[in-house]
C-alpha cells in the first residue's frame, strides 16, 4: 500500500517529500478566503525548504505582494546531511553566484530571502530571491535556525516526517503561528493530541480524506503500490493518511455538522452497522456510546460519544468539546473498566480459538454476541451546548 512507504520513511529517515504546488495553493487558499490579511506584513519562515525542489518557495515568493509579505525566509538542508544525495548537481542559480563554493555547497545549508525588487522589474516575485550560505547544515535545531524562528511571524513547511513530533514542538516552543504537513496518526500522539483537546492545534481544511502526490528524489526507492515517474523522469508517491496542522484560524472550523437525532440515525442511516438497531452501542470499558461514522452523529444524545479520529477533519470547536480518546493510560479518567491479563487472554481465545492476548486497554470495547470486540482508536467528545 502507499502509505507503508510513509512508515518505512519515518522508520529509516527517508524524510525528503517535495509538496505539490496545487495542494500548498489549495490550503493557504483557504486561510486568505476567511482573513485576507492573515499574512500582510507578516515575516514568514520555510525551513527546510530549498527553493531547488521546494514549491512552498515559489508560491509565496510569487504571491508576496499579493499576500501583503513583509519578508520571506526560507532555508535548505545541506547536500551531504541528505539520505538522498548522489548525483546531487548545484544549479546555475547557484553556481552564477560569486560566492558559489564546491565545499560550502555540500557542507552548508543556504538561506533564500526575500523582501524588494532586485532585479528592477517593478515587482517582488521568485526572481528577486536573494541566497546565502548558512554557516551550519540548516537543522532546524540549530542556534542558527532557531534564530530565524524567533524572527518569524509564521511558519510554513512540510518537515520531515520522522520529527514530526519535535518539530510542533519547536514550533509551539517559541508561540508561533504555522501551517505543517503531518500523518494524521500524529492525532493520537501524547504530545499532539492534548493540544487538538484544548484547541491550540487543529487540522487544515483542504485534506480530509484521500490521498496525496508527492515527489521524491530521483534516487528514492520505489517498492510499493501508489507512485508513477512523469515525462521528465521525476518520481511521485501517493501517501495516504495526509493532513495539515494549523493554528491559523479557518472557516470550515465554525460550520457546523448537519446532524440527525439518534431515532432518525437508526431508522434511516446509511450505514449498516447503525441502521435498524434498537439503541447505539455502549463501551464495556467506557461510559459512551460508539459511533463508528462522523455522520452518525446523534444530535439529541447529551452524554459522551467515541468517534472515529477523522472527526477531526470536521470539528468545530463551536459545536462540540473533546473530553479525550482511548488510550492505555486513562490520562482524562474516562474508563469504567481496566481489563487484568486473564481477561485479556480469555478474550483472545475466546474470539479466536488459541492462545494469546488481546490488548483490550487501549481501546474501546463492545461485547458483541458474547465476544469482546475492540474498536478502531476513538476520540470522546460531547455536544458544546445543553441540547434543548
Given at each position: 500500500m502507499a502509505n507503508s512507504n510513509l512508515t518505512e520513511a519515518q522508520r529509516a529517515k527517508n524524510d525528503e517529500f517535495y509538496t505539490q504546488y496545487a495542494d500548498i495553493e489549495k490550503e493557504i487558499s483557504a486561510y486568505l478566503e476567511f482573513n485576507p490579511d492573515v499574512f500582510r506584513g507578516k515575516t514568514l519562515l520555510l525551513p527546510c525548504d530549498d527553493p531547488e525542489w521546494s514549491n512552498f518557495t515559489k508560491y509565496f515568493a510569487q504571491n508576496f505582494e499579493r499576500f501583503g509579505l513583509k519578508k520571506l525566509?526560507?532555508?535548505?538542508?545541506?547536500?551531504?546531511?541528505?539520505?538522498?544525495?548522489?548525483?546531487?548537481?548545484?544549479?546555475?542559480?547557484?553556481?552564477?553566484?560569486?560566492?558559489?563554493?564546491?565545499?560550502?555547497?555540500?557542507?552548508?545549508?543556504?538561506?533564500?530571502?526575500?523582501?524588494?525588487?532586485?532585479?528592477?522589474?517593478?515587482?517582488?516575485?521568485?526572481?528577486?530571491?536573494?541566497?546565502?550560505?548558512?554557516?551550519?547544515?540548516?537543522?532546524?535545531?540549530?542556534?542558527?535556525?532557531?534564530?530565524?524562528?524567533?524572527?518569524?511571524?509564521?511558519?510554513?513547511?512540510?518537515?520531515?516526517?520522522?520529527?514530526?513530533?519535535?518539530?510542533?514542538?519547536?514550533?509551539?516552543?517559541?508561540?508561533?503561528?504555522?501551517?505543517?504537513?503531518?500523518?494524521?496518526?500524529?492525532?493520537?500522539?501524547?504530545?499532539?493530541?492534548?493540544?487538538?483537546?484544548?484547541?491550540?492545534?487543529?487540522?487544515?481544511?483542504?485534506?480530509?480524506?484521500?490521498?496525496?502526490?508527492?515527489?521524491?528524489?530521483?534516487?528514492?526507492?520505489?517498492?510499493?503500490?501508489?507512485?508513477?515517474?512523469?515525462?521528465?523522469?521525476?518520481?511521485?508517491?501517493?501517501?495516504?493518511?495526509?493532513?495539515?496542522?494549523?493554528n491559523l484560524d479557518h472557516g470550515r472550523r465554525h460550520q457546523p455538522l448537519p446532524l440527525m437525532t439518534m431515532a432518525d440515525n437508526l431508522k434511516y442511516s446509511k450505514h449498516k452497522e447503525i441502521k435498524g438497531k434498537q439503541s447505539y452501542d455502549r463501551y464495556d470499558n467506557y461510559d459512551a456510546i460508539e459511533v463508528p461514522f462522523t455522520d452518525s452523529i446523534p444530535s439529541d444524545y447529551e452524554g459522551v460519544m467515541g468517534v472515529p479520529i477523522s472527526f477531526l477533519d470536521k470539528y468545530s470547536p463551536d459545536q462540540f468539546e473533546i473530553v479525550g480518546r482511548c488510550e492505555n493510560e486513562d490520562l482524562y479518567h474516562l474508563k469504567t473498566k481496566v481489563y487484568t491479563s486473564a481477561e485479556c487472554r480469555q478474550a483472545y481465545f475466546d474470539k479466536f480459538g488459541e492462545k494469546g492476548t488481546y490488548d483490550m486497554n487501549s481501546n474501546g470495547v463492545l461485547l458483541v454476541d458474547g465476544l469482546f470486540e475492540k474498536t478502531y482508536q476513538r476520540v470522546f467528545i460531547k455536544h458544546r451546548k445543553a441540547i434543548k
Open positions: 525566509v526560507s532555508t535548505s538542508y545541506a547536500v551531504e546531511s541528505k539520505k538522498y544525495k548522489s548525483g546531487y548537481q548545484p544549479t546555475l542559480f547557484e553556481t552564477r553566484a560569486p560566492y558559489y563554493d564546491d565545499v560550502k555547497t555540500v557542507k552548508n545549508g543556504k538561506i533564500f530571502t526575500l523582501t524588494h525588487d532586485r532585479t528592477g522589474d517593478r515587482k517582488v516575485d521568485v526572481d528577486d530571491l536573494e541566497w546565502q550560505y548558512l554557516e551550519g547544515d540548516g537543522d532546524f535545531r540549530s542556534a542558527e535556525i532557531k534564530k530565524m524562528r524567533d524572527e518569524a511571524d509564521v511558519i510554513i513547511t512540510n518537515p520531515p516526517f520522522s520529527l514530526f513530533r519535535e518539530f510542533l514542538a519547536w514550533i509551539l516552543e517559541a508561540g508561533k503561528q504555522f501551517v505543517i504537513i503531518g500523518n494524521m496518526n500524529a492525532i493520537t500522539y501524547k504530545e499532539v493530541f492534548p493540544l487538538l483537546k484544548e484547541n491550540k492545534v487543529w487540522l487544515g481544511p483542504s485534506i480530509s480524506s484521500g490521498d496525496r502526490e508527492f515527489q521524491v528524489p530521483d534516487s528514492y526507492p520505489i517498492n510499493a503500490a501508489g507512485w508513477r515517474i512523469d515525462e521528465n523522469g521525476t518520481k511521485f508517491l501517493r501517501i495516504k493518511g495526509v493532513r495539515w496542522f494549523t
